[in-house]
């Protein structure tokens, strides 16, 4: 027998889909940020996560951060966001890092992430690209090492804007570090370009690995970067996008 009530909640979340959710908004995307190995400006990187509404948040910095990949502790996080740069890294923790990727734990890469475990290839797999510390044979061929120039003054280009990550954004000028000579994944989906003859063509990326998504975004290397407005805006939708909450 179908009791009214059932009937009454059946209409309502028909009439009002949300009405089935406990609550009226949605769960905050929980974002575990690992820090460390890297100087930066703390307060200004930190005042882009803390301004975010859809967003909790924690930082960990090294050697702690690797326990937190593991499957109990991962249950505190939805969304990986790199802004550290290490290398020690043990055969468990890179276990644990690809058992996430099974679970479709969301990734953002940023900036100098890029150049995370030069000794793990599979991290710039995962995470499509590389910036190579020192000279190193990779993919095929003989890279030398990437090179950097800080207060740069450039254009980003949308590549798409179709694109969860990119929806919303115009090109725009910014003022920020530039990286060249890294090594970008052909198959990953391009976000964001520039012509500035001092970086790479390519300046962030989305791809899958697994069952997550991955973005890298290389832009963010201090304040000028951190309180720009399409930075803070190409960030939340890459943690929107990776969580799985965006199409
Ligand atoms: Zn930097």
Redesign the pocket.
Known sequence: MVKPLSIACLVLSMVFPSASRAGDAPAKIRVLLVIGG?DFEREPFLDVFRSNPEITFETVGHPDAHARLSAEAARSWDVLALYDMWQPISDAAKADFLARLKDGKGIVVL??AIANYQKWNGYARIIGGKYFLANESFDGRDHPAST?K?DVRFTVEVERNNHPVTRGVENFEIVD?NYHGLWVDPSATVLLRTKSPTNHPILAWARTEQASRVVYLQLG??PSAFGNTSYRKLLAQSIRWTAGRSE
């Open positions: 890297h900036h100098h950097y800080d570090e290397h201090g």
